[in-house]
Structure formats: structure tokens, C-alpha cells
């Protein structure tokens, strides 16, 4: 997950002595001891310290805040607003939106020294090496060529496999064949051991703040204990207007987690059947960019719509990364952040994905 970028430490030095420790900073909710309805919002107070214990005066820290029901039977969960004051503290809002124990999760994702850090190597070009394969199965050549993520000045135009897709603001570009036209091109895979050059631009300093205590630590809340929260008169999601399809505007994304199904608070959202996922995607082409977590949607979807899996489409682990659904011409694409790959379908496109630089 990118650490979001806050105005108010675009200008802020680094100062390791300043660092946030988990250990130290305080998180405790304010009004207690009021009585809490669904509906109502919870509030809580961060106060960042350092590993002395002394207060940090500066914002910038990454965290991840939820609610969880305490009643695991519900399977009830919820994300928090964090505000930044830029010095130090933080307030976190959580919108109530069940009834029953709630327990409050504060993880220290990143310290804001550590957000700078990561900030400065996304400006860094080209900082991973990824090499692809072109083949030509007919004459059985091969070749295998360095791949760019970003614009590389010192390789000509003529000697380019430009492969970019600006509407997607996706650049890949590799070193053209020398007897193999850029069509050729196959698979592409990130270069493991080229994770020594990307080290290169960190100092030992730096390196510390990637591992733990610094790196997505749970905060102690007080109070520990669940807090209760009684139930009110609201209306319910069958009385709410239908969610539309812009769930920015509609504010369908503000909501809640009830075991696998998404509640939102302010629009009704629409259950799909996995008849009603079939007929949508049919002649659909879908893609589904990005890492782990899209691999997991990728699956799922697999297992809710039949798929026929492509065996020259598997990646290194043998899963696949491409899978056609003839009967219905349902296509999906499937891509992942550490790999790069091209898949050719007949009669469809020809896909190139860029993972993360």
C-alpha cells in the first residue's frame, strides 16, 4: 500500500532522533464514557512520541485504522478518518454503524520518516531491472532484452520495443531484438537480485525504518476493553436510495463490512447473484491490474464464474494469469506487481500490463 502523501510534511527534514515508536505513542478515546448509539461517531486521539517518549512535533505518520465487531459471530468491520494536525497528534473518527462490542485497531504503518523515505525512491526512474523474453517459435530464436518502467534517454528510438499505454499512464519500453521483431516479445519478470541496486539508494538509517518495531505495528488502545454501542432509530439499508455507479459520488463507499456482504451508509448496493455476474461479463473484456490483493479477486471470480484456464499463460508458481471463458467470449486478464506478461488472444488485443515501479 502507497503511504499517502501529507502537505504537511512535503517539507519537513528528516530527524531519525524523532522517529515514531510504537511503544510510546498513546492512543485513547476521547468522551469515553458517554453512552454510544449506532450512528453516533467515535472519536480517538493519537500522540505520536519518539523512542525517548518525548512528543514528536511534526505530522507525517501512515496508519491504518479500523473498527472490528467484538462479537465474531458478526464479522463486522469498518475503516476510521484519520486527520493529521501536523504536529504531532492525529484524531481518528469512526462512524458507528452496528450494534454490539466494538474494538478499536490502530496499526503504525509507516512512521513519516519512513514516508519520506519511500516518497524519494518513487522519483527514482528505472530503479528496478526487468529483462523479457521474445521468441519465435517458427525458427526457435530467442532473445531476452532489458525492460524499462519509466523513459530511458540513453536507448535511441530505433533500438525501442515501445510498449507504453499513455491512456493507462503505463510506460514499458525494451531494448528492440536484434533479429526478432518487438511482436515476439512473450513474458517479462523482474530481476530479484537487481533488489541489491534499489538498496543502493538507501542509507543504513534508512533500512531500519522498513523493519519492525517500525513497520506495521499494532498500537496499545486504551481502553482496551470493547466499547458498547446501543441501538437507535435509523433507516435501514432497504429504505435507502439505490447506490449508483459512480461510488465516489455516491458515497456508496462509506459503509461497513458485515461478514462477506458491503453495507453502505448512505445508498443501497446491489447483491449480485452469480447469475447476474455471468450476464453482466458476458462479451465482457475484463482487466485486473495490480498485486496480491487483485489476485485474490482474480481467483474468486474464477470460482463464482466457470473460466477455462490457458496453460501458456501460467506464471512462475503455475497459476494462471490469463483465462477465456468460450462459451460466453468472457474474457479476463489477470496481472500481477512483481511480474510482467503478454498474452495474445485471436480476434481480441494484444495486452501488455506494467507492474509497479
Same mark, same amino acid.
Given at each position: 500500500?502507497?503511504?499517502?502523501?501529507?502537505?504537511?510534511?512535503?517539507?519537513?527534514?528528516?530527524?531519525?532522533d524523532?522517529?515514531?515508536?510504537?511503544?510510546?505513542?498513546?492512543?485513547?478515546?476521547?468522551?469515553?464514557? !458517554?453512552? *454510544?448509539?449506532?450512528?453516533?461517531?467515535?472519536?480517538?486521539?493519537?500522540?505520536?512520541?519518539?523512542?525517548?517518549?518525548?512528543?514528536?512535533?511534526?505530522?507525517?505518520?501512515?496508519?491504518?485504522?479500523? /473498527?472490528?465487531?467484538?462479537?465474531?459471530?458478526?464479522?463486522?468491520?469498518?475503516?476510521?478518518?484519520?486527520?493529521?494536525?501536523?504536529?504531532?497528534?492525529?484524531?481518528?473518527q469512526?462512524?458507528?454503524?452496528?450494534?454490539?462490542?466494538?474494538? +478499536?485497531?490502530?496499526? /503504525?504503518?509507516?512512521p513519516?520518516?519512513?514516508?519520506?523515505?519511500?516518497?524519494?525512491?518513487?522519483? +527514482?526512474p528505472n530503479?528496478?531491472?526487468?529483462?523479457?523474453?521474445?521468441?519465435?517459435?517458427?525458427?526457435?530464436?530467442?532473445?531476452?532484452?532489458?525492460?524499462f518502467?519509466?523513459?530511458?534517454?540513453?536507448?535511441?528510438?530505433?533500438?525501442?520495443?515501445?510498449f507504453?499505454?499513455?491512456?493507462?499512464?503505463?510506460?514499458?519500453?525494451?531494448?528492440?531484438?536484434?533479429?526478432?521483431?518487438c511482436?515476439?516479445?512473450?513474458?517479462?519478470?523482474?530481476? *530479484?537480485?537487481?533488489?541489491? !541496486?534499489?538498496?543502493?539508494?538507501?542509507?543504513?538509517?534508512?533500512k531500519?525504518?522498513?523493519?519492525?518495531?517500525?513497520?506495521?505495528?499494532?498500537?496499545?488502545?486504551?481502553?482496551?476493553?470493547?466499547i458498547?454501542?446501543?441501538?437507535?432509530?435509523?433507516?435501514?439499508?432497504?429504505?435507502?436510495?439505490?447506490?449508483?455507479?459512480?461510488?465516489?459520488?455516491?458515497?456508496?463507499?462509506?459503509?461497513?463490512?458485515?461478514?462477506?456482504?458491503?453495507?453502505?451508509?448512505?445508498?443501497?448496493?446491489?447483491?449480485?447473484?452469480?447469475?447476474?455476474?455471468?450476464?453482466? /461479463?458476458?462479451?465482457?473484456?475484463?482487466?485486473?491490474?495490480?498485486?496480491?490483493?487483485?489476485?485474490?479477486?482474480?481467483?474468486?471470480?474464477?470460482?463464482?464464474?466457470?473460466?477455462?484456464?490457458?496453460?501458456?499463460?501460467?506464471?512462475?508458481?503455475?497459476?494462471?494469469?490469463?483465462?477465456?471463458?468460450?462459451?460466453?467470449?468472457?474474457?479476463?486478464?489477470?496481472?500481477?506487481?512483481?511480474?510482467?506478461?503478454?498474452?495474445?488472444?485471436?480476434?481480441y488485443?494484444l495486452?501488455?500490463?506494467?507492474?509497479?515501479?
Amino acid at each position: 500500500m502507497e503511504p499517502p502523501v501529507q502537505p504537511c510534511l512535503l517539507n519537513q527534514s528528516l530527524h531519525f532522533d524523532q522517529t515514531t515508536y510504537p511503544t510510546y505513542t498513546e492512543v485513547f478515546v476521547l468522551n469515553r464514557d !458517554r453512552l *454510544y448509539r449506532k450512528g453516533d461517531v467515535l472519536t480517538v486521539k493519537v500522540v505520536a512520541r519518539d523512542k525517548e517518549g518525548r512528543p514528536k512535533t511534526y505530522g507525517g505518520d501512515f496508519f491504518r485504522v479500523r /473498527l472490528v465487531s467484538s462479537d465474531r459471530s458478526l464479522q463486522a468491520s469498518s475503516a476510521g478518518h484519520v486527520t493529521d494536525h501536523c504536529n504531532g497528534t492525529y484524531t481518528v473518527q469512526f462512524p458507528l454503524y452496528w450494534v454490539g462490542g466494538v474494538s +478499536i485497531k490502530i496499526q /503504525l504503518v509507516h512512521p513519516s520518516e519512513a514516508v519520506k523515505v519511500l516518497q524519494r525512491l518513487r522519483q +527514482i526512474p528505472n530503479k528496478r531491472v526487468f529483462y523479457c523474453k521474445f521468441e519465435d517459435q517458427k525458427t526457435n530464436s530467442k532473445s531476452k532484452q532489458q525492460c524499462f518502467s519509466s523513459n530511458n534517454p540513453s536507448l535511441p528510438p530505433h533500438r525501442q520495443c515501445d510498449f507504453s499505454q499513455p491512456e493507462a499512464n503505463g510506460t514499458w519500453i525494451c531494448e528492440k531484438p536484434e533479429k526478432l521483431p518487438c511482436s515476439a516479445i512473450t513474458k517479462c519478470q523482474w530481476y *530479484y537480485k537487481g533488489i541489491t !541496486r534499489v538498496l543502493g539508494f538507501v542509507s543504513e538509517a534508512e533500512k531500519k525504518l522498513s523493519k519492525k518495531p517500525y513497520l506495521e505495528t499494532e498500537l496499545d488502545v486504551d481502553p482496551k476493553e470493547p466499547i458498547r454501542v446501543l441501538e437507535t432509530e435509523l433507516p435501514t439499508p432497504e429504505h435507502l436510495p439505490a447506490c449508483t455507479g459512480n461510488t465516489r459520488e455516491s458515497g456508496a463507499s462509506l459503509g461497513h463490512w458485515s461478514g462477506k456482504v458491503w453495507k453502505s451508509a448512505v445508498c443501497n448496493v446491489r447483491v449480485f447473484t452469480k447469475e447476474d455476474i455471468r450476464q453482466c /461479463l458476458a462479451n465482457k473484456t475484463v482487466y485486473m491490474q495490480g498485486d496480491s490483493t487483485i489476485r485474490q479477486w482474480c481467483e474468486r471470480l474464477q470460482k463464482v464464474v466457470p473460466l477455462h484456464n490457458d496453460d501458456r499463460t501460467m506464471d512462475s508458481d503455475g497459476l494462471p494469469i490469463f483465462s477465456l471463458r468460450l462459451t460466453r467470449t468472457l474474457l479476463v486478464n489477470n496481472t500481477f506487481s512483481n511480474k510482467q506478461h503478454v498474452q495474445r488472444c485471436p480476434g481480441y488485443f494484444l495486452f501488455l500490463t506494467k507492474p509497479k515501479n
